[in-house]
């Protein structure tokens, strides 16, 4: 087993992956930018590097600079996180250079799972049923339009390059294709620096059902169960539950083993996740492999009993898988909430700031993993997401409360969050009986407003709170003065 | 005393007169009386009893308003200063003149130079934060007074990023 391992990464993952580090006994590496010179990861792990300004161009994308970390530390073992260089193949055989491990897939895996037509290949090679459409890239429109007369609309244009929901649009008429095709192909340039496109059926009112596997190298793969991810907003997923109320055992076994037969078919090794539509009439269909550990990975450990981090290091350490799939188990009903700096009724705007005030849950069956601390100044430059909030009950009902009671129960003061967005839609009648698909935000949550009801309450506080002298720390200094104000001067947001 | 309370667009006066102890008062509000006690549990957490309702409460000041979480909904309370409508507290007012970011950001564009006239709803700055971009305009003609920042760099609310002397459009 290694004796130290670098973290490439940050916020509440990096967080996390350190944690089973120190359970293991194995000293930990963190690096960190500009902007994260005080943050979480830093202050946990037994080392910290230096990487650079915080653009992620320049200090958690920087390949030469992670490695010389690794040297200089002396780590044995870099673990990517999710997000950044984990799915970058060109890292992965950087480290295997370098005589790091890296702890994931070959990196050949990545790279022939990272290109989604690629990806669609393979799986229809070895009987993996995938969504119906194009399983090349073209660069000529009117073989979109033909595919899509074919298969009939509405239909999805995809990056090859892309995946986790970015580079992708729904076309629901032949009058739209030009236009979206030219858009997606410049987005996938800018984004993925590859504008290759390929076009599949778009399946309205389908549910994103994914399976983690585990393979070591000696051949062994197995699965442990699936997540339901329906709930999303732009592709983005919010909302993860285990198990999915849509699957029967037969389904289950089912598509767990297309999910086995998909990692063995691109020799994979280590955690992954296979990802799969399933449509209103019971088929499923191979949508991506994702080469990494994904976000949503807590509910699988909560209802399996197992911690993946820790499979992970020994996997890559060259151990065996130490269970088969007939010995799984599991129990239970999990949810999982994405908490994200945004503001749910300014269609989402980012918010970074200074958290002002934190109060995380807790009680049974809750599990929190986060990122951030009271007096932590969430940056601008990442993704916004603060942490997760997991919770398990022994029904999805018992569950279902005991996310709304500790949704409530989390406070973050100072920036605006998703939770109470969150804790409405757990109340939703379809949420409540299962029905979720991945137009539910769409349908149920446009233009959504916290309800009011409580704003007079608030305005008893205020003033309480002044009599009492219960305000929080007052800011000092510029304020006294006149002071500027953005809001006529504020124009659309735009990605 | 009236504390005039803004959350979000609307405005409702507060009217709070303490009772005997100081930990109560009589509160009315869109004209129905409550009888309010109230625990200060620390530097952040009150319990209220509210006509005999026990609620909790978490409170962090911000600049010029209150951070307040009541059961998962979180309210943002800002005090009026009612004959002039402007948020009051501790002297502070708006200058409208001033271009300033509504969040930290990272300066990408400057669309204008000092010296320049501009009408109302030019853009003058592009900022860019977490992946989304945002043009910051003109909120009347004038003429651009001065600029205040550069490309990159990283700008917070209450910063000036560019004055704007207004000047009616000839």
Known sequence: MFKKVLIANRGEIAVRIIRTCREMGLKTVAVYSDADSRALQVLEADEAFYLG???????????????????????????????FLAEN???AEACRQAGVVFIGPPAQAIRSLGNKTVARNLMSRASVPVI?????????????????????????????????????????SPEELPEAFQSCRSEAEQAFGDGALYLEKHLVGSRHVEFQILADSFGQVIHLGERECSIQRRHQKIIEETPSPALTPELRETMGAAAV????????????TVEFLLDQQGNFYFLEVNTR?????????????????????????????????????????AFECRIYAEDPESNFFPSPGRILFLQEPSGPGIRNDSGIYAGFEVPVEYDPILGKLIVCAETREAARRRMIRALEHYVILGIKTTIPFLIDVFKTAEFIEGRTTTDFIDRHFEGWRQDDGGADLARMVYAVAERSKTSGR????????????PWKTLGEWRL | MNYPLKIQDEVETLEYLPVKEKDEAR?????????????????HQLRLLVDGRAVRAFVAQGPGEKHIALNGRVYRVQEIDVAQGRRRARGLEEAPGEVTPPMPAVVVRLLVAEGEAVVRGQGLVVLAAMKMETTLKAP??????KINTALQTKVMPGDRLIEIERRNAS
């Open chain 1, 132 to 172: 119906p459409g194009m399983l090349t890239t073209a660069g000529d429109p009117r073989v979109f339009a033909r595919e899509a007369e074919q298969i009939g609309y509405p239909v999805i244009i995809k990056a090859a390059a892309g995946g986790g929901g970015k580079g992708m649009r729904v076309v629901a």
């Open chain 2, 140 to 145: 009347f003609d004038g003429v651009v007074k």
């Open chain 1, 474 to 485: 007052p800011e000092a200094g510029p304020m006294a003065q006149g002071r500027p104000s």
């Open chain 1, 53 to 83: 300004p915080a653009e992620p161009r320049q200090s958690y994308l920087q390949v030469e600079r992670i490695l010389d970390a690794a040297r200089e530390s002396g780590a044995e073992a870099i673990h990517p996180g999710y997000g």
């Open chain 1, 261 to 272: 037969a998909a990692a063995r078919a691109a020799g994979y090794v280590n955690a992954g």
């Open chain 1, 293 to 333: 550990l994904q976000v949503e990975h807590p509910i699988t450990e909560v209802t399996t009993g197992l911690d993946l981090v820790r499979h992970q290091l020994e996997i890559a350490a060259g151990r065996p898988l130490p269970f088969r799939q007939e010995e799984l188990r599991k129990t239970g009903h």
């Open chain 2, 27 to 43: 509160v009315t509000i869109k004209n129905t009386t409550f009888q309010v006690a109230f625990q200060a549990i620390d530097a």
């Open chain 1, 89 to 91: 193949p060109a890292f």
